[in-house]
């Protein structure tokens, strides 16, 4: 298991999403690209693209999101898209850019390829 946020965490995200291949995304999720500035102790930059998250941060994203790492924690770890509306209301999570591309992510249906993949991550993951 790696730290969540820390560079061999990122090193086994890299590993798993090579392994993964095509998730085979339905187009609403396939064409979100997202930038993430998670700011705290575990503080990184990371992108969703293509269904898979990556290290850093892409020019090709049309929205970025600001959120602490231990709300970040909290909302990978449940899967609870409520608690991640409930961030947003409380000022937790900033959102610049194109607002109904990160809203599109809460009724996304994730591909059973994807969901596999992020159920290996959750597996490596210590948070």
Request: proline share 3%.
């Amino acid at each position: 298991m790696a730290k969540f946020l820390s560079q061999a965490w990122f090193d086994q995200v890299n590993e798993l999403n090579a392994q993964a291949g095509d998730l085979n995304l339905p187009p609403n999720l396939a064409s979100i690209i997202l930038n993430a500035s998670v700011t705290g102790e575990q503080g990184a930059n990371l992108y969703l693209k293509e269904g898979k998250i990556h290290q850093g941060s892409t020019p090709d994203a049309i929205s970025s999101v600001v959120i602490d790492d231990a709300t970040l924690s909290n909302i990978i770890s449940t899967g609870d898209v409520n608690q991640a509306i409930e961030a947003f209301m409380m000022g937790k999570i900033r959102i610049d850019g194109d607002m109904t591309q990160v809203m599109a992510l809460q009724s996304a249906k994730p591909s059973q390829e994807q969901k596999a993949l992020f159920k290996q991550i959750l597996a490596i993951t210590e948070f």
